[in-house]
């Protein structure tokens, strides 16, 4: 029988408070999901907090980049506060703070478009929520950011050994989560030597070791871009060291025709399936 994810305590306006909250939480708890990279993606997301029921996780934490790109930023977001313990900023959710500005100024249709559609579904409270989020969150032995941890203001991306080195050398917990590329990956640092190494974390759960450290990229929820359309999100239990990536499929078909209704360019349904 499939049980309820229960929230730990659902983000208010009060970051500080949201963070203690939770905090407090992570310390009698251990077993949460974490998502990113939900963008406005709304089919994609219920799938996935569907398979969430299946496990008996404390809490949902969420790495940002809920809107842009997709139709459905108004309910998406309206989901993640309901039912996320903590949410960080995205570099989507930082645009749409500055969504003026940048409707003013000459960017791709693939980003003014989600932009204009948030400005029409989001209203003063999901704005003022939005804008209290934190960029980062420690909640040793857990840290989590929608980039890297290295000057996060930037959202610099971990693709290369390089980022890793300079995320782990930001890094004072045992294990971060992360987004941003769309790409799940777990990096191992090596604590002799201070090197680290990407492995490809496949579906099977991974039993992380203790005298390491980590950093895990949890894919995207509303758009993949590893080749697998499948949504992507992780679980984890921080006593057991326990890592578990989760792929999810979802109706696309339903999905895309929902970019399309709301006038997106067809770019931004069609990677969807392409998954890149
Ligand atoms: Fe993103």
């Known amino acids: 029988?499939?049980?309820?994810?229960?929230?730990?305590?659902?983000?208010?306006?009060?970051?500080?408070?949201?963070?203690?909250?939770?905090?407090?939480?992570?310390?009698?708890?251990?077993?949460?999901?974490?998502?990113?990279?939900?963008?406005?993606?709304i089919d994609a997301l219920e799938a996935i907090l569907a398979d969430i029921r299946d496990f008996p996780v404390n809490g949902i934490l969420c790495l940002g980049d809920v809107v842009g790109y997709g139709p459905e930023p108004g309910a998406c977001l309206e989901k993640i506060m309901d039912t996320c313990a903590v949410t960080v900023l995205g570099n989507h959710e930082a645009m749409l703070l500055l969504a003026d500005r940048i409707l003013d100024e000459d960017w791709d249709v693939p980003i003014r478009k989600p932009l204009q559609i948030a400005k029409e579904q989001l209203g003063k409270n999901e704005l003022e929520w939005i804008r209290d989020l934190p960029i980062t969150v420690d909640l040793d032995p857990i840290t989590l950011s929608h980039a890297s941890l290295n000057e996060p203001p930037e959202f610099h991306y971990i693709h290369e050994t390089t980022e890793a080195e300079a995320h782990f050398a930001a890094q004072s917990t045992f294990i971060s989560f992360n987004g941003h590329t769309h790409v799940p990956a777990l990096w191992e640092e090596n604590p002799e030597t201070?090197?680290?190494?990407?492995?490809?974390?496949?579906?099977?759960?991974?039993?992380?070791?203790?005298?390491?450290?980590?950093?895990?990229?949890?894919?995207?929820?509303?758009?993949?871009?590893?080749?697998?359309?499948?949504?992507?999100?992780?679980?984890?239990?921080?006593?057991?060291?326990?890592?578990?990536?989760?792929?999810?499929?979802?109706?696309?078909?339903?999905?895309?025709?929902?970019?399309?209704?709301?006038?997106?360019?067809?770019?931004?349904?069609?990677?969807?399936?392409?998954?890149?």
Not at 9 to 19: H, I, L, M
Not at 31 to 36: D, M, Y
Not at 236 to 244: G, S
Not at 246 to 275: E, I, M, W
């Open 194 to 276: 201070l090197g680290c190494r990407c492995l490809t974390p496949g579906e099977k759960p991974v039993r992380l070791t203790p005298s390491k450290r980590y950093t895990v990229n949890v894919g995207s929820v509303g758009q993949p871009r590893d080749g697998d359309p499948r949504a992507s999100y992780a679980l984890y239990d921080y006593q057991q060291h326990l890592l578990l990536m989760r792929r999810v499929t979802y109706d696309l078909k339903k999905a895309q025709a929902r970019f399309q209704k709301a006038g997106l360019p067809a770019h931004n349904a069609s990677r969807l399936s392409k998954a890149e």
């Open 1 to 41: 029988m499939p049980r309820t994810p229960k929230p730990l305590n659902p983000n208010t306006k009060s970051t500080r408070k949201a963070t203690t909250q939770a905090t407090s939480a992570i310390a009698k708890n251990s077993f949460f999901a974490i998502i990113s990279d939900i963008h406005a993606n």
